[in-house]
Nanobody
Framework: QVHLEESGGGSAQAGGSLMLSCVVS????????MRWYRQAPGKERELVGI???????TYTESVKGRFTISQDNAKNTLYLQMNNLKTEDTAVYYC????????????????????WGQGTQVTVSS
């Protein structure tokens, strides 16, 4: 099984910065991608960004240029650096690791088979 634990959440003023961390315990044979999600009060869960197993990142439009996803494989840790925070960034942030299934002779990655952390609260005030 894969276990994830987020940390680094807290309070910040608009325009400030926070860095979130997600420590991953890996028990899978292959390396899959990882994702950051967030869910604001009363709103649906939103995908923040993805980092592939090769390190390629993609982001939702609202955080482009402000948030950066990175990972340190030696430390089994995923990061979300958040700069120029806005009040609308207030949410619970979750990291997720894609899981695997076997088909056509090899493993495939699928977020629906993945693992999630407990989440960490980020609150941005004006």
């Amino acid at each position: 099984q894969v276990h994830l634990e987020e940390s680094g959440g807290g309070s910040a003023q608009a325009g400030g910065s926070l860095m979130l961390s997600c420590v991953v315990s890996r028990y899978m044979e292959i390396q899959c991608g990882m994702r950051w999600y967030r869910q604001a009060p009363g709103k649906e869960r939103e995908l923040v960004g993805i980092i592939s197993s090769e390190g390629t990142t993609t982001y939702t439009e609202s955080v482009k240029g402000r948030f950066t996803i990175s990972q340190d494989n030696a430390k089994n840790t995923l990061y979300l650096q958040m700069n120029n925070l806005k009040t609308e960034d207030t949410a619970v942030y979750y990291c997720a690791h894609e899981g695997t299934y076997y088909k056509d002779g090899h493993d495939h990655c699928d977020i629906n088979l993945g693992y999630w952390g407990q989440g960490t609260q980020v609150t941005v005030s004006s």
